[in-house]
C-alpha cells in the first residue's frame, strides 16, 4: 500500500477526552495543597495549553516554589488518571484504523511532553496508528512544532485536526489545510473554520473526501 498523504492530529480534545483526568488532578491537587479549588468551566479553557500553563493559570496567587510543587503534584494525579481511567472519544480507534488502511500516515502533534504523549497512546491502547510524534512543550508556539513536523515528515501534501486556535494558527502559519474538531474543548472560538467536524463520524468523512482529493492530486 503507497502512503500518500499525512494526517495530523491534536491529542487533547481531538483524540484524547482529557477533562475527567484533569480537572480530576487539579482538584485534587488543590486540596492537597489546601489551595482554592477552580471552577471546572476555568479548567476547560486552558486544556491543551501544558500543565505549566494551566497550574499558573488555576493558581495564581501562589509563589514559584509553591506553584512548582502544585505541578508536581498535578503531574503526578494526572498520570495516575491516564493509567487507570484515560478514555478516546467514542469511534477514534475505528477512525485511526480506517485511515490507515485507505492509504494515509498518521501523526500526532501535542502541546504535551514526548513522555505525556506517549503515556496517552500507550493508555489508550491506539500508539501503533502513529508513525510520527511531535511535541511542542518546549516551543514558543504550536506553529513551530508543526513546522518541525512537516520538515521532518518529507510529506507534502499534510492536513491538521485540532480543537483550539492554536491549532488552527498552525495550521494557517504552516500553509495546511485544517479541520476543526467541534466536540473539543475550544468549538466555541473555531465557529468561522471553514471545515467543522461536530463528530467523530463527521470527522471521518471530511478525512475521507480529503484522502480522495489527495489521491486524485498525487
Sequence with gaps: MQVSS??????????????PVVVAAILGAAGEHGHPQPAEAEILEFIGRGIGDLVRA???QLAAEELEATRLTVRRLERAGIRSSAKLFAGIPELLAGLRNA????AVCSNGS????????????ISNHFGLLESGHDDTSKSVAMARLRQDS??????LV???PQDRQAAAD?????????????????TD???????VSELAGLLRDWQAQSKRTA
Design 154 to 159: 518529507g510529506f507534502g501534501n499534510i492536513i
Design 103 to 106: 492509504g494515509s500516515e498518521l
Design 114 to 125: 514526548q513522555e505525556y504523549i506517549s503515556t496517552v497512546l500507550e493508555s489508550t491502547g
Design 6 to 19: 499525512l494526517i495530523v492530529f491534536d491529542l487533547d480534545g481531538t483524540l484524547y477526552r482529557t477533562a
Design 58 to 60: 488555576m493558581f495564581p
Design 193 to 199: 473554520c471553514a471545515l467543522q467536524a461536530h463528530s
Design 162 to 164: 485540532g480543537d483550539t
Design 174 to 190: 504552516n500553509g495546511l489545510p485544517f479541520i476543526a474538531a467541534m466536540y473539543g474543548y475550544g468549538a466555541a472560538s473555531l
